[in-house]
T-cell receptor, first 114, second 109 residues
Framework: NAGVTQTPKFRILKIGQSMTLQCTQD?????MYWYRQDPGMGLKLIYY???????DKGEVPNGYNVSRSTTEDFPLRLELAAPSQTSVYFC?????????????FGPGTRLTVT | DAKTTQPTSMDCAEGRAANLPCNHS???????VYWYRQIHSQGPQYIIH???NNETNEMASLIITEDRKSSTLILPHATLRDTAVYYC??????????FGQGTRLTINP
C-alpha cells in the first residue's frame, strides 16, 4: 500500500511552458485534493474532486486545470507556466468529506518556473 | 470556519513532553479540532483530532478546554524526529481544511 504518490519530485519550467503533475492513490478514496505551498507559508487548496468525473475549485484555481477520469488518478495541469506558480505542490486524498476525516498527503512536487 | 492562533515557534528538550497550544475562540459547536504536522520538505501528516473530549493515540494526546476555545497537543516524550511545523486546524468539511502558518517545533538534544 503506497498511499499517495506524486511525480515528478522536482521540475524546472520556462515561462509559458506547460506540464502535468501526476497524483495517484491506492486507498480507493473518493476524495482527492491539490494544494500549493509557497516558501514559509501554509497550504492553499487549488482544486478538489469528490469522485471520478467531478471536480471543483478551491481557494487558488487560476492558472490550473484538473481532471478525474479514474478513482486513483488526479492530475494537475499547468498550461502557461508563470513565475508566480513556483511552489511545492501536494496532492492528498481522504475517505470521506464529512467530519471527522483525515487527509493523506503525497510527498510533493517542487516546481520552479524561470 | 473558526480561525486559529498558534505560537510561531517553540523549543523542547529531547525526552521531555512538548505542549503545543492553539487558540480557537470562535469555534462553533460542530467544528472539529485537527492537528497535522509537516516535517521538513515532506507532505503534511495527520496526528489527531477531537470534538469535545480529550483524545489520545499512539502519536499524541489532545486536550480541549471545556469551553472549546483552546486546545493543547501533547507529544509525551519528544524525539529529534518530532522537529516539524505543527498545524492546528478547525473546520467543517474537507474543502475547508485551511492550513495556516503553524508552530515550528524544534526538539533539542
Amino acid at each position: 500500500n503506497a498511499g499517495v504518490t506524486q511525480t515528478p519530485k522536482f521540475r524546472i519550467l520556462k515561462i509559458g511552458q506547460s506540464m502535468t503533475l501526476q497524483c495517484t492513490q491506492d486507498m480507493n478514496h473518493n476524495y482527492m485534493y491539490w494544494y500549493r505551498q509557497d516558501p514559509g507559508m501554509g497550504l492553499k487548496l487549488i482544486y478538489y474532486s469528490v469522485g471520478a468525473g467531478i471536480t471543483d475549485k478551491g481557494e487558488v484555481p487560476n492558472g490550473y486545470n484538473v481532471s478525474r477520469s479514474t478513482t486513483e488518478d488526479f492530475p494537475l495541469r499547468l498550461e502557461l507556466a508563470a513565475p508566480s506558480q513556483t511552489s511545492v505542490y501536494f496532492c492528498a486524498s481522504s475517505q470521506t468529506l464529512s467530519d471527522p476525516y483525515v487527509q493523506y498527503f503525497g510527498p510533493g512536487t517542487r516546481l520552479t518556473v524561470t | 470556519d473558526a480561525k486559529t492562533t498558534q505560537p510561531t515557534s517553540m523549543d523542547c528538550a529531547e525526552g521531555r513532553a512538548a505542549n503545543l497550544p492553539c487558540n480557537h475562540s470562535t469555534i462553533s459547536g460542530n467544528e472539529y479540532v485537527y492537528w497535522y504536522r509537516q516535517i521538513h520538505s515532506q507532505g503534511p501528516q495527520y496526528i489527531i483530532h477531537g470534538l469535545k473530549n480529550n483524545e489520545t493515540n499512539e502519536m499524541a494526546s489532545l486536550i480541549i478546554t471545556e469551553d472549546r476555545k483552546s486546545s493543547t497537543l501533547i507529544l509525551p516524550h519528544a524525539t529529534l524526529r518530532d522537529t516539524a511545523v505543527y498545524y492546528c486546524i478547525v473546520g467543517k468539511g474537507a474543502q475547508k481544511l485551511v492550513f495556516g502558518q503553524g508552530t515550528r517545533l524544534t526538539i533539542n538534544p
